[in-house]
């Protein structure tokens, strides 16, 4: 049971480049979220999205566009990297509503030069 | 908005020692849920333990428990024989806008097991 998974694990960009953080989940859970962690900061969201079809704007949406393709999968766009997107990012989903627990992937460590 | 208050950044225990982490948050909610996620070097965030709200028992998962405070926002995580494997990053996490599950983190207490 691969649980989430996200894609890729490690990249390096150059400022005003984009990409895009892919995420899937086989849980068949409803509400995905994209959280960037950066040191003494603890985890912010950047988007959520509720159930399939719908997306919301998270603590930090700045900068991030957000897709939820289908039930599976909510990806992450960068249109035009900057340093200060150089952060870990962490893709998780939870059965919800009403249950809490969020299941994390690995996290993607995007360094943007 | 939700705020999350972690005021040990870094703490140390010696293996099989007990050691407790604090946390405090504010919430205008009445029922609402709580966590503690672990962090370690993997980087794969864990779950620990989750409280409910409106439940006054503490919750304990085996090694785990907590010290919930309902009227004083406090949501303490105590871990018990403490074991090399514990060492990690732990942030506590109040769930705001309930039914929408937005987890607000707080900034994270580093924990060094001292063999």
């Known amino acids: ?113 | 908005a939700q705020t999350v208050t972690q005021s040990q950044p870094e703490m140390s225990v010696q293996e099989a020692e007990t050691v407790t982490l604090s946390c405090t948050y504010d919430t205008s909610e009445s029922d609402y849920y709580l966590f503690w996620y672990k962090q370690p070097p993997s980087r794969q965030m864990i779950l620990v333990i989750r409280q409910e709200a409106y439940k006054q028992q503490n919750a304990t998962e085996n090694r785990f428990s907590v010290n919930f405070q309902k009227a004083a926002k406090s949501f303490s995580l105590k871990i018990s024989d403490s074991q090399l494997g514990d060492a990690a990053m732990y942030f506590c996490a109040p769930l705001s806008n309930f039914g929408n599950e937005k987890l607000t983190f707080g900034t994270g207490t580093r924990l060094t097991i001292i063999p």
């Open chain 1, 1 to 113: 049971n691969a649980g989430v998974t996200q894609t890729p694990k490690f990249q390096v960009l150059k400022t005003g480049q984009s990409m895009t953080l892919q995420c899937a989940q086989d849980m068949n859970h409803n509400s995905m979220y994209w959280y960037r962690q950066d040191p003494g900061m603890g985890l912010r969201l950047i988007y959520y999205s509720a159930s399939e079809g719908t997306t919301d704007k998270g603590e930090v949406p700045n900068g991030y566009n957000v897709s939820r393709l289908n039930k599976r999968e909510f990806s992450l766009r960068l249109e035009s990297a900057a340093p200060s997107q150089t952060s870990v990012y962490f893709c998780a989903s939870t059965e919800g509503p009403n249950t809490g627990e969020l299941f994390f992937g690995e996290g993607s460590r995007l360094t943007v030069l």
